[in-house]
């Protein structure tokens, strides 16, 4: 395949995103005076705006690249909840798997921000697991939706959808039936992904997740801990994102080690959220290590372009993966 028939095929992939969905809140005003009851300044609200945030800034690449993005989380049966749902049926994405419980909150984060500076972040949630029966639901839902999709990604957030056994079932369960999965990892399911495709942690998480320490810009220390990574997990694939340092992959008996692109940095919020969104297209796709890796890349790269959380440009990442020619 070239590139341009790599990009028309991500229309035609269904991507199962299961993990941590949550709602960001955005608060704007001013402060023109400091409060008589504490010192602390009063925020004069102009502006509020509801964002996705975890799984569903993911969601949002995979439908940008194409794809149809198809959530599958659990969330309550409150206010948040409902503006979650609204949000994503808002933007036009598959809502199907999402289960609303009664003994759960909506996580939500809220920034109260003056001018152009963030006062206060005031989170609303719960890390607990979900109940063993929303467990199952969550995974008798997934089973349902694995053998119309083409890859699934676990995004984790360590906010107690996932756990140990409903990672094992929902593996083992797309491994049966050949889909592919793509995990985001975070620190307490760490060393619980056993038998994924391909496994995506940041540098900070492979050294918290092994407990190991190496040197980074040694390739050979690296190298040595990405192939202890794939051992202790069974994983088919790592895919190492090192922030300025690029990526590296050890996939399908290759290993590569891809420079970051220079680039204008302005924010570098949401860059993983691209890289995993893209390569679990690309592994879908079956695309050889190094595409998945440069294209994975190369997109990280120019979400870090814009101010904030935004998705991929796809035109605009066809055209730099072309010039590279990454295919």
């Not at 399911?189 to 190496?214: I, Q």
Request: hydrophobic fraction near 40%; glycine fraction near 8%.
């Amino acid at each position: 395949m070239n590139i341009d028939q790599v990009f028309e095929a991500f229309n035609s992939l269904r991507v199962l995103v299961v993990g941590d969905v949550m709602l960001d809140s955005y608060v704007w005003g001013k402060v023109e005076r400091i409060s008589p009851e504490a010192p602390v300044p009063v925020v004069n609200v102009s502006k509020r705006e509801y964002r996705l945030g975890g799984a569903g800034n993911v969601l949002l690449n995979v439908q940008a690249l194409g794809a149809e993005a198809i959530i599958c989380s659990v969330v309550g049966v409150d206010a948040a909840g409902d503006t979650l749902c609204a949000k994503l049926t808002d933007l036009g994405l598959n809502c199907e798997g999402l289960i609303r419980s009664e003994s759960r909150i909506t996580t939500i984060k809220e920034r109260i921000i003056a001018g152009s500076q963030q006062v206060v972040r005031i989170d609303t949630e719960t890390d607990k697991y979900i109940s063993d029966e929303e467990r199952q639901r969550l995974v008798n839902k997934v089973k349902e939706l694995i053998p119309t999709c083409q890859v699934i990604i676990f995004e984790d957030y360590d906010k107690g959808v996932l756990s140990a056994e409903a990672i094992a079932d929902i593996t083992s369960f797309a491994n049966e039936h050949g889909v592919p999965t793509v995990v985001d990892p975070k620190k307490r399911n760490f060393l619980s992904y056993h038998n994924t495709t391909l496994f995506k942690p940041n540098l900070k998480e492979l050294r918290e997740g092994l407990k190991v320490d190496f040197d980074v810009d040694k390739d050979g220390e690296l190298q040595d801990v990405v192939q202890q990574l794939k051992q202790t997990l069974n994983a088919q694939g790592a895919l190492i994102t090192l922030s300025e340092r690029g990526v590296f992959i050890d996939y399908q008996e290759e290993v590569h080690h891809l420079p970051a692109h220079i680039r204008k940095i302005a924010d570098v919020s949401g860059a993983g959220d691209t890289v995993i969104s893209i390569a679990a297209c690309c592994v879908a796709l079956g695309l050889p290590s190094r595409a998945v890796a440069g294209i994975s890349n190369l997109g990280g790269g120019l979400v870090c372009e814009s101010v904030g959380v935004v998705p991929i440009n796809k035109d605009r990442l066809r055209e730099e993966a072309q010039k590279e020619k990454l295919l």
